[in-house]
């Protein structure tokens, strides 16, 4: 299996005042930054580790995160430097995400691209923040940061299922 790791851009800091379901009439490539950055739900499952199969071209998800992630509270604590820091954190456009397959299912951007709405305990639905975590789709209590894995043992902590 040829490994390659790829990460992409999280901003859950930015929470603008924004109009009610704007996502449901405007599409990706004609929202606001602001709205853009919104729609992140904070899962940090882009952040985790993931191989791809240089035959196959399968995508396998890690529980190990990027050393930028907090696994805690599921957000990037450089997000400003990130591209700098970890040079394969993807900045993501509206344009890249139907070639994104490896975007998570729950990803908000990749449900939106492929005509889906928001899930109930998506931050702009349920108006808390929390409710991701609580859901069980946030990597917050599963993620292992890779700070503490050898680079050699990341396959170890393979996910077993598509996220
Ligand atoms: S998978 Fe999508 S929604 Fe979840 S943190 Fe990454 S960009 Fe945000
Ligand atoms: S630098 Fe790491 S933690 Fe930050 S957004 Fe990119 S992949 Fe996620």
């Not at 009610?20 to 405007?26: D, L």
């Not at 904070?42 to 196959?56: A, E, M, N, S, W």
């Not at 394969?88 to 344009?95: G, N, R, Y």
Request: include cysteine.
């Amino acid at each position: 299996m040829v490994k390659h790791r790829f990460m992409k851009n999280r901003d859950i800091y930015h929470r603008p005042a924004l109009s009610t379901s704007f996502w449901r009439t405007t599409p990706l490539d004609r929202m606001t930054h602001g709205q853009w950055e919104s729609l992140c739900d904070g899962c940090g499952r882009c952040c985790l580790q993931k191989f791809r199969d240089g035959k196959t071209g399968k995508v396998t998800y890690t529980w190990v995160s990027c050393y930028l992630l907090d696994t805690r509270a599921c957000r990037c604590t450089d997000y400003g430097n990130r591209t700098t820091l970890v040079p394969d954190c993807l900045v993501m456009t509206p344009e890249q995400i139907p070639c994104l397959r490896w975007l998570p299912k729950t990803c908000a951007y990749r449900r939106l691209s492929e005509g889906k709405d928001l899930d109930a305990w998506h931050h702009l639905v349920s108006g808390d923040p929390e409710s991701v975590h609580r859901a069980g789709i946030s990597v917050r209590g599963k993620a292992i940061s890779e700070v503490y894995v050898h680079p050699e043992d990341v396959d170890f902590y393979a996910i077993g299922y598509q996220i």
